[in-house]
């Protein structure tokens, strides 16, 4: 059987916009939505979507962004570390100034129980995670 593709950033954009792939590309999301096919989704996927939806969507507030994405990951057809890109998306909905790859960062270090190599120690601090107040030498 063929592993899953990959998703690609293009797909959800061109699915919001009116251009020569928009219903191609809607298409292909209603599948996935219903399970019909399957690709995998990756985190730097997620991140340019992050900020690239309020390019094509400027009405979008981060909590509708942060929605959209969510839904996308409950999706049937949706494949990847949905548990790790789901409390991604939640910790980067729910902290205002947590850049998006810190929010991974502390949703990677919560599950593997590791520590979080930064000099941002407060950001991730408050999310739960050690980060080591001097680096390891």
Known sequence: MPSDGLLD???????????????ECRSFLAALER??????IEAPVLHELSYALR??????????????LLMVL????????????????????DTPDLAFV??????????RKCPVFTKNIAELRKQGVAVPGRLPA
Do not use: C, N
């Open 74 to 93: 409950s999706w049937a057809g949706v494949r990847g570390e949905k548990d790790v890109l789901a409390d991604t998306v939640r910790r980067w909905r």
């Open 35 to 40: 399970g019909d096919v399957h690709a995998r």
């Open 9 to 23: 950033t293009s797909i959800f954009i061109h699915a919001q916009t009116h251009d020569s792939h928009s219903g």
């Open 55 to 68: 390019h094509y969507r400027k009405e979008m507030t981060r909590l509708q962004i942060a929605a959209y």
């Open 102 to 111: 810190d929010a991974y960062l502390a949703a990677v270090a919560s599950e």
